[in-house]
């Protein structure tokens, strides 16, 4: 075992401003900072390989990976930023750091990513700004944005709706699923040092509408959707065990990083095949535990990307996790906090914290995008997962192998019709705005109609619970200006 090819997680920092005071990359350079000393100190000046999960709060620093070496003062051979900010990035720039350890092409490898919107949205004009909204709708397409189809907290509840029909859940078993499992989120948070709010809730109160807990996208409401109010950094360091040992880390405090597993959807959400799936989260999580030989038996901890309820959900079932088992170890996106793109670097951390403690396994599941991208990886007290060498983590041949063909999609559809999937979109009081229904034709073309708030008969046959929506038939009417209606 050439242990200088053996990666090894050397230093975890985390970083909660709750002061409002930092930019983004002030918010990764504090995280790299404490790092580096909670690996004994040192690292920061021996990077050679630093990467970036790029931001959104502060648009001026277009590649933020420049900056924060400057103002670390170092000088890496390699120096980037993540394209986006996708939640499955962390996870990625992990492994990217372990096969380059595992290779030999670096000696010290550094992840870094921060979220500064609360700082953001005081220096903004009149004090507001919803930079998540304003990132998705530059990419939108326009006859997505003209139904509501524009940011992930629009696009998730279709994959919950499908999945809970497809699953033969009743309204009220899907949302007593998700409350139970966020519940068990808000206590991990609560415990969590690190935790953006630390204030366990019941599942009693997230299963309820209330003034702090009001409907967002149905079903889903402001306890059960992603906290991006925040200003959190995270940071993770990664050398070889040869080199953590030769600086003095003791054996203890050393996680080596197994070999991970990634896939992708379609871009498009209307262009898959289902949305009742995702073929690209289940060869992710299989092939993840697959590629380290281990079986979800014998995890110790995971962390199964929670932006939404359908999310944990889907992976549990992948894996056969149950229900009343913790799906975090960081307090998930509601209640440790969701800054963006980087939640995972906050989970790689607390996993390396778990597992210093007690444990021999923990599953890392990243997703990003409208259920598009996903990165798996396994990481160990245990070195024999982390001597396999350099690898790629491309499972995407065993996801298409599944992949049905995707149906055709029609802009304007007039006719008879069945609904695949939708949901509802509130205002701040708690009122329906709207409604985006996704049908098929006879032909099982798909398409998209809307549904006013005011048609108050087919928002309450479509939230009500009495019935299962999915799968009932209507009538779709399109107006002169080329928008689909629908009709019970």
């Known amino acids: 075992m050439d242990e200088s090819k053996i990666p090894v997680i050397v230093g975890v920092g985390q970083i909660n401003d709750r002061e409002e005071r930092l930019n983004a990359v002030e918010l990764m350079a504090v995280a790299l900072r404490n790092a580096d ?49 996708m939640g499955d990035s962390p996870v990625a720039l992990l492994n990217a750091a372990a096969n380059r350890i595992a290779a030999g092409e670096a000696d010290v490898c550094a992840v870094a990513g921060g979220e500064a919107l609360r700082t953001a949205a005081k220096r903004a004009a009149g004090g507001k700004r919803d930079a998540v909204r304003e990132s998705a709708a530059r990419g939108t397409r326009e006859g997505r944005a003209r139904y509501g189809i524009v940011a992930p907290t629009d696009v998730y509840p279709l994959y919950e709706n499908a999945c809970r029909a497809s699953w033969g859940q009743t309204l009220a078993e ?13 206590r991990v948070a609560a415990a969590n040092a690190h935790a953006w709010l630390r204030n366990a809730v019941s599942a009693k109160e997230i299963a309820a509408i209330s003034a702090n807990n009001r409907p967002i996208a149905f079903p889903y409401t402001k306890l059960t959707v992603a906290n991006a109010s925040v ?55 299989r092939g993840a535990l697959a590629f380290n030989g281990i079986g979800s038996g014998e995890l110790d901890l995971v962390e199964l990307y ?30 440790g906090g969701g800054p963006v793109g980087n939640y995972m ?16 396994h923990g599953l890392l599941f990243g997703n990003g995008g409208f259920a598009t991208t996903t990165h798996c990886m396994v990481i160990s007290r245990d070195a024999a997962i982390a001597s396999q060498g350099a690898h790629d983590p491309s499972v995407q041949d065993q996801a298409d192998a599944q992949r049905g ?52 008969e087919t928002i309450a046959f479509l939230t009500d619970g009495q019935r299962e929506p999915v799968g009932a038939r209507g009538r779709v009417v399109t107006d002169a200006e080329g928008v689909n209606h629908w009709r019970l």
């Open 37 to 85: 000393a909670d690996g004994r100190g040192g690292w920061l000046g021996r990077i050679d390989a630093l990467d970036v999960v790029a931001q959104l709060s502060f648009p001026e620093f277009a590649d933020a990976s420049a900056p924060l070496a400057h103002l670390l003062e170092i000088t890496p051979r390699h120096c980037a930023q993540t394209r986006y900010p």
């Open 174 to 186: 899907a949302q007593a699923e998700s409350a139970e499992i966020w519940a068990g989120m808000s």
């Open 231 to 285: 200003n959190q950094g995270a940071a993770f360091i990664v050398t070889s065990l040869a080199r953590a040992k030769a600086a003095g880390v003791a054996e203890t405090r050393l996680v080596y990083v197994g070999r991970g597993a990634a896939a992708r959807e379609p871009g498009d959400v209307l262009a898959r095949d289902r949305l009742d799936r995702s073929l690209s989260l289940d060869a992710s999580l």
């Open 306 to 335: 929670s932006c939404f309820p359908v999310m944990p959900k889907l992976a549990r079932r992948t894996i056969d996790w149950p229900v009343d088992r913790q799906m975090t170890v960081f307090g998930g996106l509601t209640f």
């Open 345 to 360: 670097s906050h989970a790689i951390a607390s996993m390396t914290e778990g597992l210093r403690e007690s444990g021999r």
């Open 405 to 456: 063909p995707a149906p055709a999609f029609l802009e304007t559809y007039s006719g008879e019709a069945a609904i695949e999937t939708y949901t509802v979109f509130y205002d701040r009081e708690g009122a329906a705005k709207s409604g985006v229904i996704v049908g098929r034709t006879p032909k099982a073309e798909r398409f998209l109609a809307y549904v006013a708030g005011e048609d108050a």
